[in-house]
């Protein structure tokens, strides 16, 4: 079969709603844009561990920090999921490690902005993980077998962060003055962030048509961001919370709110590493792997000593 | 450092007593006592499982792909081996 | 007065839970490899869960009106009765497991024991809470063993974080007159009974590690006094930021 008939049966296969799986005949490059959005995807949940992260040894109550901690471990499991989904590409997990390492891979820009006060980490589980939810829900149904199949059981127990998040902004926004103040600052910093997740508009995704064409993305950024906006502004109605957009507002016509143009050069600086706290995460994740090397060649070394006295 | 990696493991869980086990996913451990164990905190938090194997994915062998159509399509034309080829006058119950 | 022994001994326990979970929760984000990352969180949860319980039922004989959190977050530091041991830093990965292996290899022993207890709650906590340790447990002497027997880095860490830990490891076994007022009624178990399992594990261990026990028997305690080392400060300072900077608020 010729690589155009091939491409072909790959397309009506995709068209057909059949899942593409790591032995099938794939193009180059599907299986590249694929290895790319899924360790994206896989650094975002392990990077997205640290802000919350900074915040378990100070949680204000027993729940809560079990809660967190319980939340935080999901993210690395997430994470760890969608590097197993990476290696059946044929690239293993250290390889996209050290592309995350060398900053030649990216991971969610959300995560390069600071967790300050306790409210941060109610606020992240909202939107943050709203957000993502939006995403992810679309990603169940994604034409890669194992990506697909990750993302179902991913959203299975996302389920919990988003409800938790808000939950803890319920408290403060019911609480006391100072608790619903720290609410709204923490509203005030994350929520155009929290908007840029969904990543460039649609007029600038360099990726956006093909992947939408194999079905590895199932609807356009601006389609999903704009579900989040209108999904949110209810649920900050009953926190009694201001979404900080004096634009924002219902539109009979369209359907959906009309919300303010985001700050694309904010976007895009700390896309390119020069937001709040790219060089601390990443410097996290290095440490965290520098200093973890020996425990990993204790083991590979312990477990090779086993097996040749085994076969000894 | 490559080398260095920990092998993958697959790892598959039974639900509960009476159903098979089934794959949920894979993991890298330094060997199967560790594998076992990781695969327990990654992949049974929820109370999803009441046993686990794990094996080494290098250990696996699966069929290949180029040979789909001579392994799997001659059962498709063997439809009498499906109870509903066979015609059962009316009337006839439990069978 | 039985209700205070009993009292302060539970608060023992709920303690030394409390800070090494607390301890443990720091690695989060920070595991030598994510499957670690994973088994270390796990352990922390359970032993939240655990100062839970115990505190629970700490609240429940002080008859105060206290609940878990108030007990675990607004107390002065001499009013904190975990052992020095818990308290100490995470250090490298081989300080972190070891101080998790002295531990459990205690508290198992000890759970097993207070199951046998006639104080019903504490042998139903302690029923619960003997199937996580002994997994702790577990999971721990696997990483001690391939410290000691896998490169000769890991196993220089190893030892090194056993002849810096070893010191704290007799306040374990700490007793005073209150302990002597259980023990007589029979409520809790003697601790040389549950030193004896305690040195078995700890030797059986090391020799399949290929890891030495100090020489030096000197030890020390204090922190079963409410007297602790100068990490408790910070320690605590993390945990009662949000209770101290924003008093008497819900969470």
Not at chain 1, 191 to 204: K, R, T
Not at chain 2, 21 to 31: I, T, W
Not at chain 3, 9 to 26: A, F, H, K, N, P
Request: proline share 4%; glycine share 6%.
């Amino acid at each position: 079969m010729t690589q155009a008939e091939q491409e072909i049966r790959f397309q009506e296969k995709i068209d057909r709603e059949i899942k593409i799986e790591p032995n099938d005949w794939m193009p180059d490059e599907y299986r590249q844009t694929l290895i790319r959005q899924i360790s994206q995807h896989a650094h975002s949940e392990v990077v997205g561990m640290l802000p919350e992260g900074n915040w378990i040894t100070r949680a204000p109550n027993l729940r809560r920090k079990a809660v967190l901690l319980a939340k935080v471990q999901d993210e690395a499991g997430h994470g760890l999921y969608l590097y197993s989904a990476v290696e059946t590409l044929g690239t293993s997990r250290e390889q996209t490690i050290d592309d995350l390492h060398s900053g030649k891979a990216k991971y969610s820009s959300i995560f390069n902005y600071p967790a300050l006060t306790w409210a941060d980490i109610g606020t992240i589980g909202w939107l943050v993980d709203g957000a993502a939810i939006m995403n992810q829900v679309a990603l169940c149904r994604t034409s890669y077998g194992p990506y697909a199949r990750a993302m179902v059981k991913i959203c299975k127990e996302e389920s919990f962060h988003q409800r938790q998040g808000y939950e803890s902004l319920t408290k403060l926004c019911n609480g006391t003055p100072q608790q619903k103040a720290m609410a709204q600052d923490a509203m005030n910093r994350f929520w155009w962030p929290a908007l840029m997740m969904f990543g460039p508009s649609d007029a600038d995704s360099t990726h956006s048509d093909q992947s939408i064409k194999w079905k590895i993305k199932r609807f356009t950024n601006d389609e999903l961001r704009q579900n989040f906006v209108d999904a949110t502004v209810a649920q900050a109605e009953i926190l009694g919370l201001t979404i900080p957009d004096p634009n924002l507002k219902w539109n009979e016509a369209r359907g959906h709110y009309d919300f303010s143009e985001i700050n694309w050069d904010e976007f895009w600086q700390v896309v390119k590493g020069n937001g709040p706290c790219n060089k601390e995460r990443l410097a996290a994740r290095v440490k965290a792997k520098e200093e973890g090397a020996w425990v990993r060649e204790a083991a590979s070394a312990f477990a090779k000593k086993r097996d040749m006295k085994k076969s000894a | 450092m490559s080398t260095n990696e920990w092998p993958l493991w697959e790892v598959f869980i039974r639900s509960k007593q009476g159903l098979n086990h089934k794959h949920v996913g894979s993991l890298r451990a330094p060997d199967a006592t560790l594998a076992l164990e990781n695969a327990r905190d990654v992949y049974t938090r929820r109370s999803e499982g009441i046993s686990i194997w794990v094996v080494e994915s290098a250990h696996i062998h699966a069929t290949d792909i180029d040979d789909v159509a001579s392994f799997f399509e001659p059962s498709d034309t063997k439809i009498y081996r499906h109870p509903t080829f066979y015609e059962v006058p009316d009337g006839v119950k439990h069978m | 007065m039985q209700e205070s022994a009993l009292f302060e001994y539970v608060l023992r326990l709920s303690d030394d839970s409390l800070i090494l979970g607390q301890r443990l929760g720091e690695w989060c984000g920070h595991g030598p490899i994510l499957e670690e990352d994973i088994a270390l969180t796990n352990i922390s949860l359970d032993l939240i869960g655990q100062a839970i319980s115990l505190y629970d039922f700490a609240a429940e004989l002080e008859g105060k009106g206290r609940n878990h959190d108030q007990l675990a977050y607004l107390r002065y530091e001499n009013e904190y009765k975990n052992v020095l041991l818990v308290e100490q830093p995470n250090g490298d990965f081989a300080m972190t497991i070891l101080r998790q292996f002295f531990f459990d290899a205690f508290r198992l022993p000890l759970y097993e024991a207070l199951m046998q207890s006639p104080v019903a709650q504490l042998a139903a906590i302690a029923a619960k809470s003997v199937k996580e340790t002994r997994y702790h447990l577990k999971h721990t002497s696997e990483w001690v063993i391939r410290m000691g027997d896998g490169t000769e880095e890991s196993h220089q860490r190893a030892q090194a974080a056993i002849d810096h830990l070893w010191r704290f490891t007799n306040e374990l076994f700490y007793e005073d007159a209150n302990d002597h007022t259980l023990q007589a009624e029979q409520k809790v178990p003697t601790m040389a009974h549950i030193q004896t399992q305690w040195m078995a594990t700890v030797t059986s261990v090391l020799q399949e590690a290929t890891l030495e026990i100090p020489k030096n028997n000197w030890k020390f305690d204090g922190g079963r006094e409410g007297r602790h080392s100068e990490h408790m400060g910070y320690l605590l300072s993390d945990l009662q930021y949000m209770q101290r900077a924003y008093p008497n608020m819900e969470w």
